[in-house]
């Protein structure tokens, strides 16, 4: 019965890439206040696409920030499964700018591949499950399964009111499991199912010194520097053996099991040096990148300003500096208890002469792992394999969905994470971009999945 | 004599207030090219300023960047000294703009304070001058002695082409003895005449890592962060007792002696925690405040930046980080050398996984100190006690002038070093000033020396 789907899909290919297309072309940036208008036309797409496919009920959640777009399907009746389908609209800002080949919302093909910011992460994605549910309606009629849709604007900075609102509406997002594609293949058309992922928190640390910036020469040799200090701090929370030399950090982590190393192994890896164009890879003394990737925490400064950044030199000493940090985390640690050793090591460390604001990311994730062997994941790596040709790989990844942490916490039911993208798609970079050919297979995947769950 | 030039002052005070305000309206700010015409209105107005005043070929001197002023005075005659007054008309960049009170090109008075970027550095000290000369030529008919007018625009980028400019035009600037106002008292009204000043040199530290930014889920934990190895980098280069760790930095530099140590506890120092905002000072082990300050070689990171600034957060290992550090030097230390242990220090301590660039600061200068008890600086003592009405101190200070040593490693003559700043004008800072009772003392002492030069 998936033949159908799959000719409307074949059909229709350049009309829903022209759709896709319109959907990529909203800037729906997150992060920077400027883009609320177009956050809401994103979600505003979603909705209409939702009720033309003949979804029920479908509406933007007001959360206080960027709206929450919700639809559902019942059709399939009281004895068929509910699905709790879950991704995000918008998107990580595009700067640095200049670094673009392309406009990053003027979505654009080459050598095979789809640019524009979103594509892989997570707007393409989205609208993959928006097309096969299109494809299956136009061709069946019906859906095989019934259908819960909560598509969140806030992903990119915290996911900040998704998790009140999922304790608020229980029922109303209450279902047999849940499905994500939010994540990718460890290697381009390798079917990976993700049985784990990372926790997430951060802080942001402020050196302030002077009260206003200084002349060096006047005042070099009497006051603090606050680049120095904060400098200083930094250095002493990791050193080059990229251990993190925080008190405490790696209490409670499980050790890595030699069969899980070999499994990490045994994952088709990419190539770190190339994708990243370094000459040497950097891992925790002990681990491979790999493991440290997948399974180890890490730590990592993400943005750093102080003094004078514009041409030429400025003599100056500044009067205050700030470092942005936040850490991806491994079963056994809170990231609440992290932030506070975090917070406890700078107070520590800090020098005389300045002062250091702490400011604790509000909202943190736990990581999580899931059983590899529930039905509902067998049948999901069956599809994959149907569609790729090709075995299914399990793995662990480093990146955090702190959504799969509350669905886990607030229902209890299994998460099936089918992700698409591959380790080439440049998120969070300039020229994000996602294969065609993945979007194609992803599909396919998606029409074998919805089919089989009722088998 | 000095009684009618000093009547011309009071009667045309506001007057020249007046004409000073529009001197300071002109940003000419030499670091960002943006500025290059402002730069040239401000040369024109000192240029038709020293013809009115009644100076010969007064005209600007085309350096290859912004023009300097050259004028002279020869009517004194053969038996009378030359002089060679420098100064300069360019002014430091005035961001962080949001935190200046009054618009920083728009002069403003308040409490007896003039607000305007380059009220006290160097502008409204070079301006003094300009007016002294005025009031006497205007009630003597000729000044006491010839002069030679150097007004540079390019101080606050290194001096770049004054070098050459001086060593080229050997006969044109060639004086008896220099006089230079582009420094400060060490309290507000308390006569100081500079004996000595630092050297200064610079380098910028650029480390690159992966060649676009990363997703930190993805690949942290198999890729050296830049800013991370760069803070490893700084936090290796100087430690929390204020000591410069780089191998070889405090070679040749000649010890403090008592003497001089009590010379310097001796000078009425400002209060630097109030002065700077501060709780507590921070100067090298073994050394005050005062100490490291005045004669002790300092290190300074005047900028860094790399990665996410923007609000939220940005899940990002950043491609490259960037450090501006200058370094201010004693008798005894070579800025070319320095520039080279510093390097050597960068390159041995940086870890693997990145490529580090090492930007040496073109122009550096090497520390100077000079004679006290020369007649011309006892003279300009005694002008400045007069006028002040209170004892001169003799002080070493942390600023750097590199025309300073230019001109006594080309003409080997006797530089004269009246400052008429306080600790309060926040030089290179927003809500730069200059008190209006400074300005006109200063003048009365200039009026007293240029008349006493032939006692």
Redesign the interface.
Known sequence: MSEKALQYLTDNRERLLQKLYNFLAIPSVS???VHNKDIKEAATFLQSYLEEIGFENAKLMETGKHPLVYAEYNEAGPDAPTVLFYGHYDV??V??IE?WESEPFKPEVRDGRLYARGSSDDKGQVFMHLAVFEAIMKTEGKLPLNVKVCLEGEEE??SENLYDMLHEKKELFHADFAVISDS?MVAKNQPTILYGL?G?T?I?ITVN?????????????????P??A???I???M?N?D?VVTVDGFYDGVEPLSEDERTLIKDVPGED?KE??????????KG?T??????A?P?F???????????????????SS?T??I?C?LVPGQDPQKIQGLLEDHVKKVA?????VEVKK?KLSAKAYKVEPNHPLIQKAAESYTKAFDKETVYVR????IPVVEWIEDIYNIPIVLLGFGT?DD??????ESFPLDSYDKGMETLVYYWNSINE
Do not use: C, W
């Open positions: 992060t920077d206040s990580q800002p700067d640095p670094l900075i915290g990718g990372k997430f951060g942001e010194g002077p009260d206003h910036d200084l002349h060096s020469g006047m005042y070099g040799g009497a006051v603090r520097n680049i120095m904060l400098t200083q930094l250095a002493s990791k080059t990229e770190y994708a990243a164009g370094i000459s040497e890879t950097a891992s925790e681990y990148p790999k493991e440290h990737t997948m180890r890490t990592e400064i993400n943005g750093v300003y102080g003094g004078y950044q514009g041409e030429g030199t400025k003599t100056i000493i500044p500096a470092a942005k936040t991806r020098p005389a002469g300045v002062t990311e990844m480093g990146g955090s380790p440049r998120l969070h970079s300039p020229n």
